[in-house]
Nanobody, 124 residues
Framework: QVQLVESGGRLVQAGGSLRLSCAAS????????AGWFRQAPEKEREFVAG????????YYADSVKGRFTISRDIDKNTVYLHMNSLKPEDTAVYYC?????????????????WGRGTQVTVSS
Protein backbone atom coordinates (compact mmCIF):
# COMPACT_ATOMS: atom_id res chain seq x y z
CA GLN A 1 0.00 0.00 0.00
CA VAL A 2 1.52 3.29 -1.12
CA GLN A 3 1.45 6.06 1.44
CA LEU A 4 2.32 9.68 0.81
CA VAL A 5 2.78 12.22 3.59
CA GLU A 6 3.24 15.89 2.75
CA SER A 7 4.80 18.47 5.05
CA GLY A 8 6.28 21.95 5.00
CA GLY A 9 3.24 24.10 4.34
CA ARG A 10 2.76 27.24 6.43
CA LEU A 11 1.97 30.95 6.31
CA VAL A 12 4.57 32.99 4.43
CA GLN A 13 4.78 36.55 3.12
CA ALA A 14 4.68 37.34 -0.57
CA GLY A 15 8.15 37.09 -2.08
CA GLY A 16 9.18 34.43 0.40
CA SER A 17 10.20 30.80 -0.06
CA LEU A 18 9.08 27.40 1.13
CA ARG A 19 10.10 23.81 0.65
CA LEU A 20 7.42 21.14 0.65
CA SER A 21 8.27 17.49 1.22
CA CYS A 22 6.43 14.33 0.28
CA ALA A 23 7.62 11.15 1.97
CA ALA A 24 6.60 8.04 0.02
CA SER A 25 6.47 4.49 1.32
CA UNK A 26 5.06 1.10 0.48
CA UNK A 27 6.52 0.56 -2.97
CA UNK A 28 9.54 0.85 -5.23
CA UNK A 29 9.04 3.93 -7.35
CA UNK A 30 11.55 3.45 -10.15
CA UNK A 31 8.82 3.25 -12.79
CA UNK A 32 6.72 6.02 -11.34
CA UNK A 33 6.29 9.69 -11.89
CA ALA A 34 5.73 11.98 -8.92
CA GLY A 35 4.16 15.37 -8.85
CA TRP A 36 2.59 18.21 -6.96
CA PHE A 37 -0.90 19.56 -7.44
CA ARG A 38 -2.74 22.33 -5.62
CA GLN A 39 -6.29 23.33 -4.88
CA ALA A 40 -7.27 26.86 -3.96
CA PRO A 41 -10.59 27.63 -2.26
CA GLU A 42 -13.54 27.19 -4.62
CA LYS A 43 -11.26 26.08 -7.45
CA GLU A 44 -10.48 22.72 -9.01
CA ARG A 45 -7.27 20.91 -8.25
CA GLU A 46 -4.55 21.82 -10.73
CA PHE A 47 -1.18 20.45 -11.77
CA VAL A 48 1.91 22.29 -10.49
CA ALA A 49 5.03 20.21 -11.21
CA GLY A 50 6.07 16.65 -12.03
CA UNK A 51 9.24 14.56 -12.12
CA UNK A 52 10.15 11.14 -13.47
CA UNK A 53 11.47 9.10 -10.58
CA UNK A 54 14.08 7.33 -12.67
CA UNK A 55 15.62 10.03 -14.86
CA UNK A 56 14.53 13.29 -13.12
CA UNK A 57 12.87 14.72 -16.22
CA UNK A 58 10.69 17.56 -14.96
CA TYR A 59 7.51 19.26 -16.10
CA TYR A 60 5.94 22.49 -14.81
CA ALA A 61 2.76 24.47 -15.08
CA ASP A 62 3.34 27.80 -16.80
CA SER A 63 2.21 29.66 -13.68
CA VAL A 64 5.17 28.37 -11.64
CA LYS A 65 7.96 28.06 -14.22
CA GLY A 66 11.08 29.85 -13.05
CA ARG A 67 9.82 30.06 -9.47
CA PHE A 68 9.25 26.46 -8.38
CA THR A 69 11.61 23.49 -8.64
CA ILE A 70 10.68 19.86 -8.13
CA SER A 71 13.29 17.31 -7.08
CA ARG A 72 13.48 13.87 -5.52
CA ASP A 73 15.80 11.98 -3.21
CA ILE A 74 15.93 8.28 -4.10
CA ASP A 75 17.53 7.23 -0.83
CA LYS A 76 14.85 8.98 1.23
CA ASN A 77 11.97 8.15 -1.15
CA THR A 78 11.02 11.80 -0.90
CA VAL A 79 9.86 14.37 -3.42
CA TYR A 80 10.39 18.07 -2.81
CA LEU A 81 8.85 21.24 -4.13
CA HIS A 82 11.07 24.29 -3.72
CA MET A 83 8.95 27.41 -4.03
CA ASN A 84 10.47 30.86 -4.47
CA SER A 85 9.01 34.30 -5.13
CA LEU A 86 5.70 33.20 -3.68
CA LYS A 87 2.58 35.14 -4.59
CA PRO A 88 -0.81 35.36 -2.86
CA GLU A 89 -2.28 33.39 -5.78
CA ASP A 90 -0.07 30.45 -4.80
CA THR A 91 -2.22 30.03 -1.69
CA ALA A 92 -3.71 26.54 -1.78
CA VAL A 93 -3.60 23.05 -0.34
CA TYR A 94 -0.71 21.28 -2.03
CA TYR A 95 -1.03 17.57 -2.75
CA CYS A 96 1.58 14.99 -3.63
CA UNK A 97 0.81 12.41 -6.32
CA UNK A 98 2.63 9.34 -7.63
CA UNK A 99 1.54 7.39 -10.69
CA UNK A 100 2.69 4.76 -13.12
CA UNK A 101 2.24 7.02 -16.09
CA UNK A 102 4.29 9.68 -17.90
CA UNK A 103 4.54 13.05 -16.18
CA UNK A 104 2.77 14.62 -19.16
CA UNK A 105 -0.42 12.85 -18.08
CA UNK A 106 -0.53 15.03 -15.00
CA UNK A 107 -2.13 17.85 -16.97
CA UNK A 108 -4.72 15.51 -18.48
CA UNK A 109 -6.22 13.33 -15.77
CA UNK A 110 -6.00 12.35 -12.13
CA UNK A 111 -4.77 8.88 -11.24
CA UNK A 112 -2.41 7.07 -8.89
CA UNK A 113 -1.89 7.74 -5.21
CA TRP A 114 -2.46 10.96 -3.28
CA GLY A 115 -1.41 12.43 0.01
CA ARG A 116 -3.73 14.37 2.28
CA GLY A 117 -2.22 17.73 1.46
CA THR A 118 -0.41 20.56 3.19
CA GLN A 119 -1.68 24.13 3.43
CA VAL A 120 0.36 26.96 1.94
CA THR A 121 -0.85 30.48 2.63
CA VAL A 122 0.88 33.49 1.09
CA SER A 123 0.03 36.85 2.59
CA SER A 124 0.27 40.08 0.62
Amino acid sequence: QVQLVESGGRLVQAGGSLRLSCAASGHTFNTYAAGWFRQAPEKEREFVAGINWSDTTTYYADSVKGRFTISRDIDKNTVYLHMNSLKPEDTAVYYCNVRQAPITTMTRYETGYWGRGTQVTVSS
